[in-house]
Each structure stands twice: as structure tokens, then as C-alpha cells.
């Protein structure tokens, strides 16, 4: 086990320790020939970082070599920057089980540190123009790796938005289509949902986000709005309804960390979405 404490780790279910033993058991499905190569000898492995950024995915990396009787020993703190080359953490352990857990427990590394300084980076820039509101992650997520990856985005501190399709109501235009219109679209959610779950309705225009919020929305998603155009209406909106309706804006679509400061806009009226 791991001798620093993530201050993410309590997050975590169980079951994604069940996710850790299935991996290990696709890459080794019946025998491991290389780890009959090396033997039991005790050995140390050193990881080191190659390149900058933020470490992020402790959790799983300790889980791999924990079900292997390996013990880690990092020199990082999870969340913390660092610039290559540096001695990030020790595995302790038999050879054989060392090996057979490196790879899978690299690519939860790395995966999970890539997505932690890509999002750090976008936090830095959304901090040096003093954006109010808030940098959010995308649910397009790899199938079967969606907690390491919202776990990442946690990390490098942007928010992870919804989970997954349980966690908050979202309707796109083929939801919309199928009932009619955004109204019969919210009514029907707000049915099902309840008053504990919010809505949000993707919207390509001003009429159709009048629409939503006058229908009840909670978040409006102008969808693939650029520059000038997207701020105005995120601030028409906003001013056409106060005291009228409580709701958050959203903008969706190509944001990246190449253009994300194109999408800032004074005040709390956009939650940026990247992908």
C-alpha cells in the first residue's frame, strides 16, 4: 500500500478495485511466461516522470500493485507539479509481480496525469483572467475507464459535470424531436425526474434557450456558439429573466485548451465545457 493518502482517494467505490483485478486479468488471462523469467527475487522499481505535470491516479496505482503484494512509496503528493526528470515513486515487491502489474498500472498513471494537467492548465488560464465560472469536463469518456478520467479532472481541478446519464437529465435535440418541443421535452423530464434532478437542455439559438428556460431548465447549453454572439446571449438571457427564472448557462462544443479563454466572459455566466 501506499504510504500518502490521496486527498481524493474516499471518493472512490469499492468496485473500482473489482475494475483493477479485471484489467489485470486481461493482460494475463492464463500464464505469465516473462514473470516465470525473472523469478521471486525481491526487487525495488523506481518511477520516474519524463515529462511536466501534475501526478494524479494514486489510488490506482496503488490498487494494482496492493492485489499483487507490492508496496508503493511515493516522493509526490497527489495534485502535485512536477518538472522532469524527477523520482515520482518506489514499487517493493517480487520481481515477477512488479512486471506483471507494470504496464496496467502505468497506463492508470499516465492516463489519469495527462487528463489532471490538461486540466490544471485550463484552471490556470480560466485564474489569470479572473473568469468567474466554472471549467467543466465532458461525459465523452473512454468506455470502462470513466472514473480514472473524471478522477483526473477532479485532480487538476476543474468540476467533473455529470457522471453519467443518471446524475442529471440532458436533452439534445433527439430528445426534443421525439416529444415535439423543448416545453413537451422539459415537461416530460420534470415528470420523471423529480425535484432532485436537474435539467439541461442544449439549445442552438436564443429562441430555443427562451424556450428551455421558460419551460423550467436548469442549465441551457448554447451549443457551438462562438465569441461575441455567445456572450451577448448568455447576457440577454440573463437579463431578460432575472428575478424571473434561477438558471445556469453553459457553452458547449470545440472548447479546448488551445481556445478556451475565447469563451470567458465577465461575471458567472458561463460554465465552459471542454472536451
Keep these: ?32 511466461y516473462g514473470g516465470f523469467v525473472v523469478g521471486e527475487t525481491q526487487e525495488i522499481a523506481i518511477l520516474y516522470g519524463k515529462s511536466a505535470g501534475v ?24 495534485g502535485e507539479y512536477f518538472e522532469p526528470i524527477k523520482e515520482v515513486a518506489r514499487v517493493y515487491g517480487k520481481s515477477c509481480n512488479i512486471l506483471l502489474g507494470e504496464r496496467t498500472a502505468l497506463n492508470l498513471l499516465a492516463r489519469c496525469s495527462g487528463i489532471a494537467t490538461r486540466s490544471r492548465k485550463c484552471i490556470k488560464l480560466k485564474e489569470e483572467c479572473d473568469f468567474q465560472g466554472v471549467v467543466a469536463g465532458t461525459r465523452k469518456t ?56 436537474k435539467i439541461e ?41 432575472a428575478g424571473k427564472r434561477t438558471f445556469l448557462i453553459e457553452s458547449s462544443g470545440g472548447i479546448s485548451e488551445e481556445n478556451i479563454v475565447e469563451y470567458f466572459s465577465p461575471g458567472k455566466l458561463l460554465i465552459v465545457f471542454v472536451e
Design 142 to 197: 473512454t468506455p470502462g475507464f470513466r472514473i480514472v478520467e473524471k478522477y483526473g479532472m477532479l485532480v487538476g481541478g476543474a468540476d467533473t459535470h455529470r457522471m453519467d446519464l443518471s446524475s442529471m437529465i440532458m436533452l439534445k435535440d433527439n430528445h426534443i424531436w421525439s416529444q415535439g418541443s423543448i416545453t413537451k421535452a422539459v415537461e416530460r423530464a420534470k415528470k420523471i425526474g423529480g425535484f432532485s434532478l
Design 1 to 32: 500500500m501506499s504510504d500518502i493518502n490521496s486527498i481524493y482517494a474516499h471518493l472512490l467505490s469499492p468496485s473500482f478495485k473489482q475494475d483493477i483485478r479485471n484489467w489485470l486479468k486481461e493482460d494475463v488471462p492464463s500464464f505469465d
Design 201 to 241: 437542455v442544449e439549445c442552438l439559438n436564443e429562441q430555443e434557450a427562451d424556450e428551455a428556460i421558460g419551460a423550467g431548465a436548469d442549465i441551457i447549453m448554447l451549443d457551438n456558439m462562438k465569441g461575441d454572439k455567445l456572450k451577448l446571449t448568455a447576457k440577454t438571457l440573463k437579463q431578460r429573466w
Design 55 to 78: 501526478v494524479a491516479g494514486v489510488p490506482f496505482f496503488d490498487e494494482v500493485f496492493n492485489q499483487l503484494e507490492c508496496r508503493v512509496e511515493w516522493d509526490l503528493k497527489e
